[in-house]
C-alpha cells in the first residue's frame, strides 16, 4: 500500500503530493530518509524550514535530490523524530 498523504498539508500541497507520495520510492530517497521524510510532514511542532526541505525532496526529480541528500542527512540528525 503506497504511503498516505498527510492530512496535515495545505490543501494545494494535498493535491499536488498525492501523486508524489504514491510512487515516492525509498530507491529514490533511501531507506533512511523515506521514513523521516514522511515523519517531517506529518508532524504538526516540525519545523517550517525542515517541512518545507522535506516537501522538496519529495517532489525533486533524481538530479535536483540528490545535492538535497546531505542536507537531509544533517536535518534528520538535528531533528531525529522519525
Known sequence: MPPQVPQSLPSTLQGDLRGVFSV????HT???LSQWLRWALERGNTPMFVRTIAEAALIACSPD????RPV???LK??????
Open 24 to 27: 515516492m520510492d525509498p530507491a
Open 30 to 32: 533511501g531507506p533512511e
Open 65 to 68: 535530490y540528490a545535492p538535497l
Open 72 to 74: 537531509l542527512l544533517e
Open 77 to 82: 540528525r538535528r531533528h531525529p523524530g522519525g
